[in-house]
């Protein structure tokens, strides 16, 4: 790609995968961090991404989280310019599309697909800054190449290959079956054209003994004229956040513990999931619920982040659950609720300007003396605060310092000054303003900020709180290092990929 007289400067390599949930995004960030110990300056880049799971860069602008975690990895700050169309699903069919980190509309996918064109540019410039700025840019498509519905109009697997000259490393998931199967008809159902971009092959989620999977190997290779730069082990003991919620299925009903029990109320459009797994690394055990029969006793209830709260307000309801999660609260088990989950806990949701729904006002759940109001402009920051309140909760935490992001339509407006936060700075500076609303004897919570639970204090104070409640014993655990985790990931895909032949393909280009 060329990009106002300048020659490319950065050495691409692009993942692309036979499906969605294949480990795109995880081999993405593995390549990011070898780049990284290699000596090299990497960026990752997403051209378009269909996520609610979203970050706020210093910028002030949404990016997929998945992006963000892969800058991380390569140890350099999240840009809007990593993930320059953003996709938020919501709830009638149309999607809120985020360019360059700005909510801009909600439309159909029809209407989407023709402003292509326009996000085509908007894509070349975002990557036109990395290429010209990093030395090498992993590139990540979406979906599969080969979906043939969208072949004419996509810009985010061989079309940006083509726009970056990149070659393409395209990833099977043997854990789902049929990853041979999938690797050829891929290829198949690709032009000539888009095929000479693919250079190899890697097989990923494998368990078991690689001897077995060698005459399948070599038959690929032999069909297709491509190598197999290598087979990844399937893994559970590293410690990435992941993009796909396809993986809260196999969290729903998790075996019992000697520690905390916690709920997480699994909502249709549940957004930011990931805010909540630093809880599981301190030792609770954390169960994703779609049924009121589900809730048990747990020692927490926690509501999520969600891009359609008056629609999943309207699930909670429908399915008994709202009714539940009341009777727990008021019988003394803790609730929080982060950004959406905040606004459920409220006595009222208004929606004057019909941002989000037909309703003008629905009731909330109550637990919380708040009003929220939707308005259309969005709130998207990273933020520094303190805890102000001193009771329940956030017993003996007074004083602490927290660090997170705010990403969210409309205000709640606290009644009699029980906000238990307060925000203190910006990216653009030192403001000062309340966050969240706590009722009087400290057992419901909301707040509008995202990864609240990564600072260590709150979550130890908070998750120790619960503990002496149930009579257990204190602990105090380091948490997770994030560098050592990218680590460890880096070390198991260099020790099962051939890197001397990804270098190769990398300097070789198309």
Not at 17 to 34: D, H
Not at 98 to 117: F, L, N, Q
Not at 169 to 185: E, M
Not at 410 to 434: H, K, N
Request: net charge negative.
């Amino acid at each position: 790609m060329v990009v106002k007289g300048k020659k490319q400067a950065a050495k691409t390599i692009m993942i692309q995968g036979t499906s969605s949930n294949v480990g795109k995004s995880v081999i993405v960030a593995a390549l990011c961090r070898i780049f990284k110990q290699d000596g090299l300056k990497v960026a990752p880049f997403k051209a378009q991404n269909m996520a609610l799971n979203a970050f706020v860069t210093s910028e002030g602008g949404e990016i997929g989280r998945a992006q963000a975690v892969q800058a991380e990895a390569a140890g350099i700050p999240a840009s809007i310019h990593m993930n320059p169309v953003l996709i938020k699903p919501e709830a009638d069919s149309h999607s809120q599309i985020v360019v360059h980190g700005k909510a801009t509309e909600s439309i159909s996918a029809a209407d989407y697909y023709k402003r292509a064109p326009l996000l085509l540019e908007k894509i070349r410039e975002s990557f036109g800054r990395l290429s010209s700025a990093y030395d090498v840019i992993v590139i990540e498509g979406a979906g599969s190449p080969a979906e043939i519905n969208l072949k004419e109009r996509e810009i985010v697997n061989m079309r940006m290959a083509r726009e970056a000259s990149s070659p393409v490393l395209l990833v099977g998931d043997i854990d789902r079956g049929g990853v041979f199967a999938s690797l050829v008809g891929t290829l198949e159902l690709l032009t000539e054209d888009e095929c000479r971009y693919v250079k190899s092959f890697i097989i990923n989620k494998f368990r078991g003994d690689i001897s077995l999977l060698q005459p399948a190997i070599d038959f690929l290779e032999e069909r297709t004229g491509r190598p197999v730069l290598g087979t990844i082990p399937y893994f559970r003991d590293i410690s990435i956040a992941q993009e796909d919620s396809v993986f809260l299925d196999e969290m729903g009903q998790r075996p019992p513990t000697d520690d905390l029990d916690i709920v997480v109320v699994r909502l249709p459009r549940i957004a930011n999931y990931d805010d909540f797994d630093p809880l599981e690394e301190d030792g609770a055990r954390l169960r994703y619920i779609t049924k009121a029969a589900e809730l048990g006793n747990p020692d927490l209830i926690i509501l999520p982040g969600t891009k359609s709260t008056f629609a999943d307000l309207e699930f909670l309801n429908q399915c008994g659950l709202s009714e539940r999660i009341t009777q727990k609260a008021e019988g003394g088990t803790p609730v929080i609720g982060v950004c959406g989950g905040y606004q459920m806990l409220s006595r009222s949701i208004n929606d004057p300007e019909r941002v989000e729904s037909e309703s003008e006002s629905v009731p909330g759940l109550g637990l919380l003396p708040a009003v929220t109001t939707y308005a259309r402009q969005k709130a998207t920051s990273q933020v520094k605060g303190r805890i102000t309140a001193d009771r329940g909760l956030l017993s003996g935490m007074a004083g602490q310092e927290l660090i997170g992001y705010e990403i969210h339509m409309g205000q709640t407006q606290t009644e009699g000054g029980l906000s238990p936060f307060r925000i203190y700075q910006t990216p653009e500076g030192a403001v000062d303003y309340d966050d969240g609303t706590m009722n009087a004897s400290g057992t419901v919570l909301g707040t509008y900020m995202h990864g609240i639970f990564n600072n260590s204090g709150f979550r130890q104070g908070l998750l120790n709180w619960l503990r002496r409640r149930r009579g257990l014993e204190e602990s105090w655990g380091a948490g997770i290092d994030k560098e050592k985790e990218y680590n460890r990931l880096a070390d198991l895909v260099r020790r099962n990929l051939d890197m001397k032949r990804l270098y190769e393909i990398m300097e070789s280009g198309v």
